[in-house]
């Protein structure tokens, strides 16, 4: 998933990471990695930014790296300087995903993070590798599906149809983006990682990650223990679950995150109208998608609403507590036949030179080769009848098939998390996730020595820093400036 801040932009997919038989590759001149970790870097204007502030470089790393000497790939990294004179340390970002685009992330975190941390590090942003302007890879699609990621409600007879669809994009990447699929994973992203903090003249490397980016931070901690300074994991995935059952875990959470929603509109009935209580609230939600799947609804403005476009806008609304009065007035309009207030993010749009499909193509890219996913398709027939009739919100979507059923590369064990972390992480989370189940932040938590967790109370994906908590904010910031991990786990409420 992506940041809260970014979520509104785009629906993405979360990640379990991989690497070839579970183990890190040591860096030193007998693994032929030299020439790598040693470039020189040129820094320069960035791509599609007319930001002078923030410059951008390329780097080269191994498309394999079991074969170093093989192809080599590039990626785009750019840079915020410190605000403050004097050395500085770097802060490597990455935004979520997978298929998000990590180069806007130091310019939006500018206006975000407090003077002392901006003041003690250069941040560093990087598309990763097959993403934006590293390598970008295709399905061959003319657009993004929606949001960027595969996303597919079950309906009547709708089965034979998802299973063709699923088959053929797999065919479709693999004709286009074959080359490149089987070097798809967390674990070779990570591995980049330490390029970058290499050519950076870092030691250690500090990191700040969220949704996607946290799992992906706890990856790069397993593989180089020993490289790592101050690392923020913000709503990484349960590691336990990997993706087809992370997929059900988040139906649940989803699902609790809009019977929540619904009691809240229900005590705010006299300036919603939508209902006095949640069950008659949830009933009136259900009504109105139901009768979008029959007849798509036109409001005036000219925006055409299925039940799938509904439900996609309440999903991305209840990423935060603090969206519940827009998505109230949303509903509300759309009960009236009105212009939403607050309408879906228009299909995401590539820039030039990046093909127009590269968020999906990257987020089954690295889903896909994360993990194996089931290969039968009557599995996933049986999974989303028992997954509606549970979870009807996101149940059927989460339980049904993608390409991931028919991806030709095999996938690669998962890293442990477990073992030497000599410095620990800040790990933090709210209890109420909807994207991210906060079960992932207890595992990882528990799997990293050292590390402490920071727990909001609260409904909401990514809480630091765009969600406002003063308790989780001034203990991560305070973290970030000192490298102090606070005395113990934090509670914030």
Known sequence: MLRTGVVLAALAGLVLAVTPRGQAIAVNSSSGLDRYYHQQLIWGSCPDSADTTISCATVRVPLSYDDPAGRSISLTIDRLPAAAPGPHQILLTNPGGPGG???PTPGQL???LPASVLNTFDIIGFDPRFTGHSTPISCGQPAEDLGGIWMRWPHPGSFPGDVAAARERARACTANSGWALPYATTANTARDMDVIRAVLDAPRMSFLGFSYGGYLGAVYTALFPHRTDRFVLDSPVDPSRVWYG??????ATLETALTTFCAWLASNDSSYHFGTSGQAVRQRWNALVAAADAKPVTTPDGLVWTGDLIRALTWILLYSDHNYPVLAGDLAALAAGQPVPFPPPPPIQQPPGVPPDNNTATYLAITCGDAPAPRDPEFYRHMVA???ATF?????????ITPCAFWPFRAEPPVSLTGDHPRGVLVVDSDEDPATPYSGSILIHADIPGSRLITLHASVHVPYPGYGDACVNDAVNSYLTTGQLPAGD????
């Not at 992370?246 to 139906?251: I, P, S, T, V």
């Not at 009807?392 to 049904?400: M, S, T, W």
């Open 386 to 388: 028992t997954e509606s």
């Open 246 to 251: 992370f997929g059900l875990e988040r139906a």
């Open 101 to 103: 685009q990590g180069l």
């Open 392 to 400: 009807p919100f996101v149940g059927g979507e989460q339980a049904n």
């Open 110 to 112: 500018r206006g975000e």
């Open 490 to 493: 934090l509670a914030c409420t």
